[in-house]
Nanobody
Framework: VQLQASGGGLVQPGGSLRLSCTDSGRALSRYSVAWFRQAPGKEREIVAV???????YHTDSVKGRFTCSRDRAKNMVYLQMNSLTIGDTAVYYC?????????????????WGQGTQVTVSS
């Protein structure tokens, strides 16, 4: 599994971005895929998980603003981010693990993509 995250950028507060995560081996359908983020000086934290079954978990701080979805035909997992705030500024990572559980910690994920920077600034 080789994950690739993309879609980051600079956006104003209140704006939107869509992050994408794909796997060059076309095996994402076998995995639960999570989005984590890491802000400067902070630990990496869970943002959302799209379970192998397709159902999603979103952490409370992004619930109602972010949506984690999956397109099996395109072998993609997305993180649609709306109503972005300065507090959402971070490097965002996608990660994958076998099974359907929405694992919450870094250690539980076996595969990681490179990060994509999201900067929210006016």
């Amino acid at each position: 599994v080789q994950l690739q995250a993309s879609g980051g950028g600079l956006v104003q507060p209140g704006g939107s971005l869509r992050l994408s995560c794909t796997d060059s081996g076309r095996a994402l359908s076998r995995y639960s895929v999570a989005w984590f983020r890491q802000a400067p000086g902070k630990e990496r934290e869970i943002v959302a998980v799209n379970r192998q079954s397709g159902s999603a978990y979103h952490t409370d701080s992004v619930k109602g603003r972010f949506t984690c979805s999956r397109d099996r035909a395109k072998n993609m997992v997305y993180l649609q981010m709306n109503s972005l705030t300065i507090g959402d500024t971070a490097v965002y990572y996608c990660a994958a693990r076998a099974g359907n559980r929405a694992a919450m910690t870094v250690a539980e994920y076996d595969y990681w993509g490179q990060g994509t920077q999201v900067t929210v600034s006016s």
